[in-house]
């Protein structure tokens, strides 16, 4: 096993991914019961802003207010990158077959919650989502807590086998482009990295393609 220290700097800000509602799931059961209130109804008896603020996706928090990403977010952030990179010749990744198996079985973090060190005030970020269905095309208001650019964070990640090594720096490159969190095709989470010693001193970071 080897592991690697990383620290992970936003060059844009990045939107929360956990639904600010706990009961999230049995709340959309019950707004699509036939005798469920309507939108507009919802609106009308709670306020705009507690429609707003319950359908809004946010980081979790540390006993002392301080947001986090959880260690599955970051796996799962391994997991798009490989997926996409995957279709790229002569990357590390284009090789890795069964690539989810691998990094559920073999690539872990080490810390199970991951505090961000935030560079400024936190915001919110709210844009129109289109969706298509059997109905056609539909456009509703996503709301989103944000962490600005400049924030950062510190892991470990824990690699199982020889080869996971240039396949994590290839997807830690790609997120320089792809980034982290919700609505990255607009560019929203995109940061660059840093390796770190045993004592947090940055060793280099933003490597090239290893070829395959």
Not at 136 to 165: C, K, N, Q
């Amino acid at each position: 096993m080897k592991t690697m220290k990383v620290r992970i700097i936003l060059n844009e800000e990045a939107l929360g991914m956990m639904p600010s509602n706990p009961n999230i799931h049995a709340d959309y059961i019950a707004s699509n019961a036939p005798d469920a209130k309507k939108l507009e109804e919802e609106v009308e008896a709670m306020g705009v802003e507690a429609v707003v603020e319950k359908q809004m996706t946010i980081f979790p928090k540390l006993e002392d207010g301080t947001p986090y990403f959880w260690d599955y977010q970051i796996r799962g952030m391994f997991k798009d990158s490989i997926g996409m990179l995957r279709k790229v010749p002569k990357t590390a990744c284009e090789k890795l077959k069964a690539y989810k198996k691998a990094v559920d079985g073999l690539l872990f973090v080490q810390e199970r919650k991951i505090p961000i060190h935030l560079s400024g005030p936190m915001g919110d970020c709210q844009r129109p989502l289109r969706t298509s269905g059997p109905s056609g095309e539909r456009v509703a208001l996503a709301h989103s807590e944000t962490v600005p650019a400049g924030s950062y964070i510190e892991f470990t990640i824990e690699m199982w086998t020889d080869d996971l090594e240039n396949i994590v720096r290839e997807c830690l490159n790609y997120g320089t482009r792809r980034g982290l969190g919700q609505w990255r095709n607009s560019g929203k989470g995109t940061f660059y990295w840093e390796e770190l010693d045993e004592n947090g001193v940055s060793i280099g970071g933003n490597y090239k393609f290893y070829a395959a």
